[in-house]
């Protein structure tokens, strides 16, 4: 029961936070660092709440989850080349369950999207967190937002550390008359080579994808038709120069 209100505090906490975030991506930024906080202040109380609370306990019985655990433990070795047991994948999902209010279930779908996609085993274990507490606090699906993630990893270049903030200036940047979030991982996949050609990568490159959707879509009329200008726009910047500062 204590550890049912600790995990209800901290989804509160960062739905609060999540809140106030704005429209700005400054603001989305801090709103996500101190969502961060929030979960790693959840990580220390679930470390002092002695046997009220066992990854064991969490997954006793749970024959489906275990031998996903086992799965995932395999995938990751091959990805990481070092040893990582079912056990190690099981306190990753659970400890990040805990603290963000999501079913292990759905974090497992999470973990095994991102190390499919990426077969980067830290950037995974970030991630996963992040798409949590980002989950919970917007009401998204885990999928979506894990999607999104992937996308943000592979096209953009955002590490695992970085995915809290990333993640706040994607939602606080779409679904408002513009790009909506359910189309960012498609268009990313479709204009990600177009950016690197241009010379637009990580948070630069999020932005300039973002902002120009958001312009092109309202005068263009249809996602569509306004990933493919932007997609025009950034070949005629590829052809010469990168994109200056």
């Known amino acids: 029961k204590r550890v049912g209100n600790e995990n209800k505090k901290t989804a509160d906490e960062s ?3 999540f809140d106030a975030m704005g429209k700005g991506i400054d603001g989305a930024k ?5 969502m961060l906080q929030t979960a790693k202040d959840g990580i220390t109380t679930l470390g002092t709440l002695g046997g009220a609370f066992t990854v064991a306990n969490a997954v006793k019985g749970t024959v489906e989850l275990q031998a996903r655990f086992r799965h995932l433990a395999d995938a990751a070795s091959d990805a990481s080349g070092r040893m990582v047991t079912a056990r190690d994948i099981e306190l ?9 209010s999501r079913t292990q279930d759905e974090l497992t779908g999470s973990f095994e999207q991102l190390i499919e996609a990426t077969g980067d085993l830290t950037f995974t274990r970030d991630t996963v967190k992040s798409v949590g507490m980002a989950a919970t606090a917007t009401g998204k699906s885990v999928e ?3 999607s999104v993630a992937g996308t943000l990893g592979e096209k953009f270049g955002v590490t695992g550390d970085k995915m809290d903030a990333a993640l706040a200036t994607v939602i606080g940047n779409t679904d408002r008359g513009g790009v909506k979030l359910s189309e960012l991982a498609e268009v990313g996949e479709t ?8 010379g637009l990568t990580g948070d630069r490159g999020l932005k300039f994808l ?5 312009q092109v ?10 990933a493919k ?3 025009q726009i950034l070949m005629n910047l590829g052809k010469g120069n990168e994109l200056k500062a």
């Open 92 to 100: 990753d999902v659970s400890r990040a369950a805990a603290v963000t």
């Open 210 to 214: 973002l902002g120009s959707l958001n």
């Open 144 to 146: 979506l937002l894990t």
């Open 191 to 198: 204009l990600g080579a177009n950016l690197l050609q241009a």
């Open 229 to 231: 200008g932007v997609g």
């Open 217 to 226: 879509e309202g005068e263009m009329g249809g996602m569509g038709r306004s």
């Open 30 to 34: 801090g709103a996500l660092k101190g």
């Open 15 to 17: 739905k609060k936070k």
